[in-house]
């Protein structure tokens, strides 16, 4: 008050009047109104503080999402569905969860991301996730972006023991324990690895990519071929094709102890029906027969024989003292087929092929005894037929130009009635003590046994069996 309520006169900031001596009333001070402000918004503060973290951010649905919600701060639930991308080097990081009314991407950046790696809360197919942050709604896209990486939730299913041949459509985003041996390994494109593990039930393709490898922070463990592996991960679809994806690359764990793929079977019990499964078949080899593509042998388990089919890259893969001959107990594991009625045995590994018993710890078989040099028919080339096939002839004529191919070496031999394929395989054409002689325009005599590949016949002897006629 700056007037006296008595005199009227101007008393300025004085507590008594001057002239009336009257008291005054105070005014507040400004100090006063200072402190009072300073506790009302620090009241207000706190109460906004309390409801902000005990109200609950509101949980909406995918597809409830419109262009009115943009940078609207919402929660989400629904199950992951596909892995996430990650870029280390940009602390970036991706994933996709849907629930039953849409599909939306998720993204976190620098900080979050680095967080959310560090304490393993990074979703995998098949996890149910819980997530807030911020929308982000475009014409044709849906994101949603993390900004506190403690509102990110993963619920993880534990593993069901499961046969890969069980696995189903009905069965995506199950996540599963299988037990197998590594078929094969490759990569279809930089950055996806596929790893085929096969069990007595089938095969299924482990989907590893590289970032899947840099979120786990460990490389891939070293699988060759015929490794035992334990795969935990969740069932994906490529397509139609079953695929499996781990969580991170522990889960898939290489084995000590074999996994058995397939029961043995008996030789004679195998029939046409069982022609694309996978068997286990031992016994006696009783014939060895390389052929232009590889080499096959007859196995002999006293209810029957099959023919043991071996690639030559799977023959390659044995070593040269692992490899079957005749009188040799064999154990081979592989799929059967048929070939003009006849049913096989084809390994897919070398590892598929085990020598149980070399010739030299059994009875050796009885030898067909082997026709003199003089019973071997001469025969004019043209006069050779396909009735010859798996004969042993005499012919002589003039070679081509020599053509190499994995296995060794080959010619034409022509004698003016006709002319067949010399095949010689690679041990025996570095045994021949003149093979640097065998070079186009050389006549030579071949004593060998008639094959048939492709449509097209074959003469293939031993070393001694090709002899260089003298030029005149």
């Known amino acids: 008050m700056s007037q006296c309520p008595s005199c009227g006169r101007y008393t300025g900031p004085h507590e008594a009047c001057p002239y009336c001596g009257a008291r005054l009333t105070r005014r507040a001070s400004i ?51 596909r892995a996430p991308s990650y870029d280390p080097e940009g602390e970036y990081l991706s994933f996709s969860i849907e629930d039953e009314t849409g599909e939306i991407r998720v993204s976190a950046y ?18 149910w996730v819980e997530v807030a942050g911020t929308l982000r709604i475009r014409e044709d896209f849906l994101s949603l ?12 299913a534990e593993p069901v023991e499961r046969a890969i041949g069980s696995i189903t459509l009905t069965d995506q985003y199950l996540r599963v324990r299988v037990r197998g041996e590594v078929e094969s390994s490759y990569e279809p494109y930089n950055g996806l690895t596929l790893i085929t593990v096969r069990d007595e039930s089938g095969s299924i393709p482990v989907a590893v990519s590289e970032d899947l490898v840099a979120l786990s922070g460990s490389p891939l463990p070293l699988l060759p ?49 069982d022609v694309g499964q996978l068997v286990v078949v031992r016994g006696t080899v009783t014939k060895v027969d390389p052929f232009s593509a590889g080499v096959k042998f007859t196995l002999d388990d006293t209810t029957g024989e099959i023919t043991v089919l071996l690639w030559q890259d799977v023959y390659d893969g044995i070593s040269a003292d692992a490899r079957p001959g005749v009188g040799a107990e064999v154990q081979v594991q592989g799929e059967v087929s048929e070939y003009r009625g006849e049913l096989e045995v084809i390994p897919n590994l ?7 018993a070399p010739p030299s710890n059994i009875a050796p078989p009885t030898e067909t005894p082997q026709p003199q040099e003089n019973e071997i ?34 010619f034409t031999l022509d004698d003016s009635s006709g002319a067949i394929i010399l095949l010689l395989w690679q041990n025996v054409y570095d045994a021949i003590p003149d093979a640097g002689q065998l070079v186009a325009g050389t006549r030579v005599e071949v004593v060998g046994q008639i094959e048939e590949y492709q449509g097209n016949l074959e003469i293939i002897p031993e070393a001694d069996g090709i002899k260089i006629e003298e030029q005149r």
């Not at 967080?115 to 995998?124: F, K, L, S, T």
């Not at 334990?230 to 074999?258: C, H, I, K, N, R």
């Not at 070398?350 to 149980?356: G, K, Q, R, S």
């Open 225 to 273: 071929k015929g490794q035992p592996v334990e795969v935990v991960a969740a069932v994906s679809f490529y397509g139609d094709t079953p695929q499996l994806v781990p969580a991170s690359v522990a889960g898939v764990v290489p084995l000590a102890q074999p996994v058995l793929v397939v029961a043995e079977r008996q030789i004679g019990e195998l029939t046409d029906e």
């Open 110 to 127: 620098r900080a979050e991301t680095q967080q959310i790696v560090e304490e393993g809360r990074v979703p995998a197919p098949g996890d």
């Open 350 to 356: 070398p590892d598929d092929v085990w020598v149980l």
């Open 377 to 410: 028919e001469a025969r004019a080339i043209g006069d050779v037929t396909f009735a010859d096939v798996e004969q042993t002839l005499r012919l002589t004529g003039t070679l081509g130009e020599m053509e190499t191919f994995s296995a060794g070496v080959k």
């Open 31 to 81: 100090r006063a109104v200072k402190i009072v402000a300073v506790i009302l918004a620090t009241v207000g503060l706190a109460a906004l503080w309390f409801a902000a973290t005990r109200v609950e951010v509101p949980l909406v649905q995918i597809g409830q999402a419109s262009a009115t919600m943009n940078m609207a701060y919402v929660r989400i639930e629904g199950r992951c569905t």
């Open 145 to 156: 972006t993390i900004n506190v990486p403690e509102q990110l939730t993963i619920t993880r």
